[in-house]
């Protein structure tokens, strides 16, 4: 249970850290569509670890195998399959989690539910199974193709360092995945320092999705922001989520906070975008915004207290190749989570389309 996500276009990720392979399986992908495996490839890259010296030196190389679904690069309809084989393991460094519970990881709680764990690399609960999604997003991405929506993600934050420009341009030219180069520099200064402590740090991630139709978004239990809320928080470390101005409008008034509508020529549109383009869960034809909080990854060097599985207390320290931070690693996630949930509203949507000529 609990490895499916989308109803029409529905992506179900398998595998562990440390097993064989790696993948995902796309049901509901439509035919027709042109599945580059470059493409896929280049997604995967994004994530990749051991792309710079503060990310992760696992290396992984996260080669990604067509199985099934497609025929001369084309995509029949049926399920596509993408596998992808892992290379770099090293079962020995995390011996010392087999018997501890690492504080601030799934160990306890995996141990607690299931009576059993996949200590190596962490099983399911490791960063690596969201490489499966970022397989699933690029096919997505490859679906979105044939609309003009434009989805892309960047580090807003990492500790107290924010990105205060938001130069789209720049977001890929540097380690950290910020649009602000002068902000990027002071971030990976903080990582360089936090990493040399054996210690970690979190960050925030933001999302923007623009080029989206009005109408997305099924209320009451499928609102737009609903589900694509529930896509974010479902990736580990992410412990927090807003839309638009989030928390923030706890703190303003209703004559600052709603977004006065406005012709804009071709569409009706909002003069201020507080809302993040969603109002009542379905999507305004706005730029969409959504803000998640990263945890700082919990395996440390630093020696910690934890307990023994025989409940005695001990101490532990995570020798292995962990990220100082996993913000700038988690961006082509988020994207492509982002990606699936908006491909599965569009699809949804057609079933509105065929009664309303509004769309
Ligand atoms: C791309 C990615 C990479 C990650 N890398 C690490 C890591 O190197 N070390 C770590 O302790 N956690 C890492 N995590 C986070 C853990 O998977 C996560 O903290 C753990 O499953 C517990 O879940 P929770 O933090 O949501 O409670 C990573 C997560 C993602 C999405």
């Not at 501890?100 to 059993?116: E, L, N």
């Amino acid at each position: 249970m609990g490895n499916s996500f989308g109803k029409i276009f529905r992506i179900t990720t398998w595998g562990e850290s440390h097993g064989n392979s790696i993948g995902v399986v796309i049901d509901g992908c439509p035919p027709g569509i042109e599945i580059s495996l470059d493409f896929i490839q280049h997604e995967l890259n994004r994530r990749r670890p051991g792309q710079s010296n503060i990310t992760s030196p696992r290396s992984e190389r996260d080669k990604a195998l067509l199985r099934s679904g497609v025929i001369n690069n084309v995509s029949t309809g049926m399920p596509i399959t993408l596998e992808i084989f892992n290379q770099d393991i090293n079962n020995l460094s995390y011996e010392v989690i087999k018997d501890k519970w690492r504080p601030g990881h799934a160990d306890f709680t995996y141990d607690v539910k299931y009576g059993i764990r996949d200590y190596r690399g962490s099983g399911r609960a490791s960063g690596r199974e969201t490489a499966a999604r970022v397989a699933g997003g690029a096919v997505a991405k490859l679906v979105l193709k044939r609309f003009d929506i434009d989805i892309y993600a960047f580090t807003r934050a990492i500790g107290n360092i924010y990105s205060k420009v938001l130069d789209r341009a720049e977001i890929e030219q540097n380690i950290v995945r910020s649009p602000d180069r002068e902000a990027a520099q002071k971030m990976i200064e903080l990582i360089n320092k936090v990493k040399e402590q054996k210690d970690s740090i979190g960050g925030i991630v933001e999302l923007r999705i623009l080029g989206l139709p009005p109408g997305l978004g099924d209320p009451v239990f499928n609102k737009f922001e609903a589900v694509m809320a529930y896509a974010i928080m479902g990736l580990g470390s992410v412990k927090g989520v807003e839309i638009g101005d989030g928390f923030a409008v706890s703190n303003l008034k209703g004559s600052q906070n709603n977004d006065v509508f406005v012709n804009k020529g071709n569409k009706i549109g909002t003069r201020t975008n507080h809302s993040g383009g969603v109002l009542g869960g379905i999507t305004t034809g706005e730029e969409f915004i959504l803000r998640a909080a990263v945890k700082p990854p919990a395996s440390i060097g630093l020696e910690q207290d934890t307990v023994n599985k025989n409940g005695s207390s001990a101490k532990i320290k995570i020798e292995g190749r962990h990220d100082p931070t996993i913000v700038p690693r988690i961006v082509p996630v988020v994207e492509a989570m982002a990606a699936i949930v908006t491909v599965d509203f569009l699809l949804r949507q057609e079933s509105i389309k065929a009664f309303n000529n509004n769309f």
